[in-house]
């Protein structure tokens, strides 16, 4: 493809090749798949991993070399944030968005072919971290060049709105993800409300993994129609293609990497301890060593995806609000109120099924207000010739500090506390603390030219 010259075609140009609702399918496929795989990944690590992964025999080492695992993939992310990063900055935004899909796609599939540790022994969860891995790396690459396809081609004052789109596959991939393990689940329905049922233990749980096949294809098929924006085509134009986009950002916006990477930290802790946590919470006994709230997996992922609703309404909604207000203001506000939920935990989840609805709602509704606006605001931090390096750098930095150790942290607060969830709260306002502040440092990006 010849680029344009910046004096032939102005920026709207763009629009007829690029049509609105391809844009926004194409952000929004990609991010729901790879959100699917998280969740997918997720309820596998509470669920079934521990079982046949890691017997080792004490349920909670179980669930933590579980979640370690999960957690491993979040130290590749930044690795495939740097080489996606670099692609997607040199050779362009649909390219690179098709590699980091086809990655991760192949890796799920691959997790539902596993043998299981009864089988060959500690082979099978070295291969499980090695997909894991796979998945990770991909993961680094896909949510920046989600995110650059939706702001890039968005219309004047709509770019929040727009980001929304690639954000709004979280919730969706939620549902799709736990919708079908609970479909299985009603299906080989398990006498002991703590364990899964033989035949989803023998078999079952490997059906969500493979049917992730069929969503890439869906997702490559959107996105190979895709042209590149009028704002990378510039670019390459005016030869402003940096040949190290990594060197270049660490150069002049160092600043910003480090601002964006604690701008996103209090929503990926809120993000995985809504997802991960809660569930593990949920379904623990009243009477085990540490205690929870003893629901069936059944009664307390359906109450959860009625929370994930709230998650996606107010994703959607955050848009026009961080628009209308800026994106700065927007999340200063949020995150106040995210400091003061996590100060709720205790007296909600010991406040039967009611307050147990009110913090799955009001959680993943925060969820949603803190998730929207950042499809817009980290992409906006950088300038085009560094802007899919600089975001996705930012956004998986933030998958370490705020992701990866999570689960692992809540666990150990949850026993810390004796069953209580109070220290899980306070870790997650500490953490809204910090993403405060570097609110509070930042600039205001909703003026800023997309095309610079």
Request: charged fraction near 10%; avoid cysteine.
């Amino acid at each position: 493809m010849s680029a344009p010259t910046t004096s032939a075609l102005p920026a709207t140009t763009a629009a007829p090749t690029n049509p609105r609702s391809r844009v926004v399918l194409a952000s929004l496929i990609g991010t729901t798949i790879e959100f699917y795989d998280f969740y997918v990944y997720a309820t596998a690590a509470v669920l079934v991993f521990p079982h046949l992964f890691f017997p080792t025999g004490n349920e909670t080492t179980a669930l933590l070399a579980s979640f370690a695992v999960f957690g491993a993939a979040m130290v590749a992310r930044p690795i495939g944030a740097l080489v996606f990063g670099h692609f997607g900055d040199r050779r362009g935004r649909k390219a690179t968005l098709v590699g980091a899909l086809l990655t991760m796609g192949i890796a799920t599939f691959l997790i539902g072919l596993l043998p299981t540790f009864a089988q060959v022994g500690w082979f099978a969860p070295l291969l499980l971290v090695v997909l894991r891995l796979a998945q990770g790396f991909a993961l680094g690459g896909e949510w920046s060049g989600a995110a650059l396809v939706a702001t890039e081609n968005a219309p004047a004052g709509k770019r929040a709105w727009y980001g929304t789109f690639p954000q709004v596959g979280a919730p969706l991939g939620f549902i799709i993800a736990n919708g079908l393990f609970l479909a299985i689940a009603l299906a080989l329905p398990s006498t002991d409300p703590t364990r899964p049922s033989d035949a989803f233990l023998e078999w079952a749980w490997r059906i969500p993994f493979l049917f992730s096949a069929v969503m890439v294809i869906v997702g490559l098929w959107v996105r190979l129609r895709l042209v590149e924006s009028d704002a990378f085509t510039k670019v390459v134009a005016t030869k402003r293609v940096e040949k190290l986009p990594l060197a270049a950002v660490f150069k002049s916006n160092w600043r910003e990497l480090i601002l964006g990477t604690f701008i996103m930290l209090a929503t990926y802790v809120l993000f995985y301890l809504m997802t991960t946590f809660t569930l593990g919470y949920g379904r623990a006994a009243t009477d085990a060593p540490v205690p929870g709230l003893g629901y069936s997996y059944n009664s307390f992922i359906l109450m959860m995806i009625v929370g994930v609703l709230f998650f996606g309404a107010f994703t959607l909604a955050s848009g026009p609000w961080a628009d209308r207000h800026g994106r700065r203001k927007t999340l200063i506000v949020v995150t106040l109120a995210i400091i003061g939920f996590g100060l709720l935990f205790v007296p909600l989840l010991g406040a039967g099924f009611f307050g147990v609805m009110v913090f799955l709602i009001l959680g993943f509704s925060l969820m949603g207000m803190t998730f929207g606006p950042m499809g817009a605001l980290l992409p906006e931090l950088f300038p085009t010739s560094v802007r899919y390096t600089g975001s996705a750098f930012a956004y998986n930095m933030s998958s370490i500090l705020g992701a990866a150790v999570a689960p692992f942290i809540a666990i150990w607060l949850w026993t810390l506390g004796g069953g209580s969830p109070f220290w899980v709260g306070v870790y997650l306002s500490v953490m809204a603390v910090l993403t405060l502040v570097a609110l509070l440092l930042s600039r205001e990006t909703r003026d800023i030219d997309i095309e610079a």
